[in-house]
């Protein structure tokens, strides 16, 4: 299971997570305390969807103790500091960082820290503007549209690209003062690869300061990724044989043994199920086979691995 470790460097809450085999010493909410709390009911409803990712859970919990106290607080008449929820998600494709943002949309939502709570997904080019002047109207447009809720941004290193004369910059330096001009209106979260979000946040000095919560989001493990795929594989009405589920794991197994730079984890596993799907199609059309146990099951022989040293004649049966 994975550990997690908090530092602060700058003002900035760091939250890093690594592989680790013992347990976590993290514990849960009470029951007898949990029942009375209608948001967190809802919260840990979607969070026990969630394959691994147990900090980052545990970290959803904890903002919502905080968010409970600090309302609590606030009715005593005791002093509170304002802060800002403005978040980095720093980690490869596919490993939740958008289902973790449209929860915490959700929760911020409920614990009335935003009216709306409603998610605003962009990427590059919904800031950036072909011509002069477009891009600082793109973007002012873009956080309008978000105030009372979340504005999440993709792959927002890709804004620090290009050079002097790209637009990118001017997206930045407009979402900086965005975020001043409309403080405790709407939450920012930019999201990317970690080296890449590390370059980005030198592109201006006032960046850093105004992300307090910075969250790593790991690789899946080989399990967790094919606990992924049953979940997908029971969303979609099918189940897999046994033999489809051991060759399954191996190719899992035998894609992080690759150590690609930005292996996509749960899209990945998304489109070899879809696929495999496609497969069967195929098969049950030659086979001529279509009574309801062939259109619920995947065998191994719908599975195409990538590798055929992979294969074995076991495997197809």
């Not at 790209?166 to 975020?179: H, R, S």
């Not at 749960?266 to 279509?290: C, D, P, T, W």
Request: overall charge neutral; hydrophobic content about 35%.
């Amino acid at each position: 299971m994975r550990e997690a470790y908090t530092f602060t460097k700058k003002s900035q809450i760091n939250v890093v997570f690594n592989q680790k085999t013992e347990k976590s010493s993290a514990t849960p909410f009470p029951i007898d305390e949990r029942v009375t709390h209608e948001p967190l009911e809802k919260l840990e409803s979607k969070l026990n969807r969630l394959v691994g990712m147990e900090e980052i859970k545990y970290m959803v919990r904890e903002l919502y103790a905080w968010l409970y106290i600090y309302r609590k607080r606030e009715e005593a008449q005791l002093k509170v500091q304002k802060q800002s929820f403005h978040m980095l998600f720093k980690g490869n494709p596919g490993t939740g960082k958008t289902t973790v943002a449209r929860l915490l949309s959700d929760l911020f939502r409920e614990m009335e820290i935003l009216p709306k709570g409603h998610l605003i997904e962009a990427e590059r080019a919904d800031l950036v503007g072909e011509y002069i002047g477009q891009t600082a109207q793109k973007t002012r447009d873009l956080v309008k549209r978000s105030l009372g809720g979340v504005l999440f941004v993709d792959e927002a290193y890709s804004l620090s690209r290009g050079g002097e004369k790209d637009f990118g910059k001017e997206a930045i330096d407009t979402l900086v003062k965005q975020m001043e001009d409309h403080k405790d209106e709407f939450i920012l979260i930019l999201a990317g690869y970690s080296d890449e979000m590390d370059d980005f946040l030198r592109m201006n000095p006032g960046l850093p300061s105004r992300f307090p919560m910075i969250l790593s989001f790991p690789d899946y493990s080989g399990m967790e990724l094919l606990d992924i795929a049953k979940q997908m594989i029971r969303d979609r009405e099918y189940s897999m044989t046994a033999e489809a589920q051991k060759k399954l794991f191996r190719l899992l197994q035998h894609k992080i043994a690759s150590n690609e730079p930005h292996f996509s984890n749960g899209r990945y596993v998304r489109n070899v199920i879809e696929k495999m799907i496609r497969q069967q199609a195929v098969r049950l059309v030659r086979e001529n086979s279509f009574d309801r146990d062939a259109l619920l099951t995947l065998r191994a022989c719908d599975l195409t691995l990538e590798d055929g040293s992979l294969i074995s004649k076991a495997d197809e049966a």
